[in-house]
């Protein structure tokens, strides 16, 4: 039995097709309901929240599991990335109000004690790090938006899909910080002693993902 994690949300639909255009069994999977493990033959799928998902891999209770690189970089987690499937692009930015960009493009000490409000610390912490500055940032589970609305924050670091959350609540976006995706990741412990099934699974995840690219 091998055991895949997907992440519910967003790119759920994305990996699900993955694993159909792949031939993998994978009866239930395309419409779960409630259900959070679905077994088909010699696979045992888990449906977890994204930001849990490397943590199942790292602990090897899942064998393989897609995952945003976004929660990859934040979960920092000890697992192999195989491969991008070049699915659920996105950026994560940092986004304020227009009258905060020309802090943006000054000197860094401009951005000292800046509020940057996230549901990505580790990344928050790192890029202002690495720019120079040292934030205060608040750490919000969702609806980052709201942060800088209501006058929690400053600005925030966040994922950008369509750009339909920033314009809907008047954010712009200050800077680029990197871009993602959703990636095929492996346990160190399967790749260790299961390498050869690990494989050869990675291997046809790999080629529908090829076949399967926009
Ligand atoms: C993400 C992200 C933004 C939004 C961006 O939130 O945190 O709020 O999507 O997408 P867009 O650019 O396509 O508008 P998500 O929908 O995952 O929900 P959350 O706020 O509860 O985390």
């Given at each position: 039995?091998?055991?895949?994690?997907?992440?519910?949300?967003?790119?759920?639909?994305?990996?699900?097709?993955?694993?159909?255009?792949?031939?993998?069994?994978?009866?239930?999977?395309?419409?779960?309901?409630?259900?959070?493990?679905?077994e088909?033959?010699?696979?045992?799928?888990?449906?977890?929240?994204?930001?849990?998902?490397?943590?199942?891999?790292?602990?090897?209770?899942?064998?393989?599991?897609?995952?945003?690189?976004?929660?990859?970089?934040?979960?920092?987690?000890?697992?192999?990335?195989?491969?991008?499937?070049?699915?659920?692009?996105?950026?994560?930015?940092?986004?304020?109000?227009?009258?905060?960009?020309?802090?943006f493009?000054?000197?860094?000490?401009?951005?000292?004690?800046?509020?940057?409000a996230?549901?990505?610390?580790?990344?928050?912490?790192?890029?202002?790090?690495?720019?120079?500055?040292?934030?205060d940032?608040?750490?919000?589970?969702?609806?980052?938006?709201?942060?800088?609305?209501l006058?929690l924050?400053?600005?925030?670091?966040?994922?950008?899909?369509?750009?339909?959350?920033?314009?809907?609540?008047?954010?712009?976006?200050?800077?680029?910080?990197?871009?993602?995706?959703?990636?095929?990741?492996?346990?160190?412990?399967?790749?260790?002693?299961?390498?050869?099934?690990v494989?050869s699974?990675?291997?046809k995840?790999?080629?529908?993902?090829?076949?399967?690219?926009?």
């Amino acid at each position: 039995m091998l055991t895949i994690a997907l992440p519910t949300g967003r790119v759920f639909a994305d990996a699900a097709g993955i694993i159909e255009a792949a031939g993998l069994p994978c009866r239930g999977l395309s419409s779960p309901g409630r259900k959070l493990v679905i077994e088909d033959g010699d696979f045992r799928y888990i449906l977890a929240k994204p930001s849990d998902v490397p943590l199942y891999v790292s602990y090897g209770t899942a064998d393989l599991a897609f995952a945003g690189g976004d929660v990859l970089l934040e979960s920092a987690m000890p697992l192999v990335e195989l491969f991008d499937t070049g699915k659920g692009r996105c950026r994560v930015v940092v986004a304020g109000p227009r009258s905060l960009a020309p802090r943006f493009l000054g000197h860094a000490s401009e951005l000292m004690w800046l509020k940057v409000a996230t549901k990505y610390p580790r990344i928050a912490d790192g890029h202002f790090s690495a720019r120079g500055a040292q934030v205060d940032i608040i750490h919000l589970h969702g609806s980052i938006e709201l942060a800088p609305k209501l006058g929690l924050s400053d600005c925030i670091l966040d994922i950008v899909q369509t750009g339909g959350t920033l314009k809907a609540n008047s954010l712009e976006v200050l800077e680029h910080v990197c871009d993602i995706s959703l990636r095929l990741v492996a346990s160190r412990k399967s790749t260790a002693l299961r390498w050869d099934e690990v494989q050869s699974v990675a291997k046809k995840i790999e080629e529908a993902a090829e076949e399967t690219r926009p």
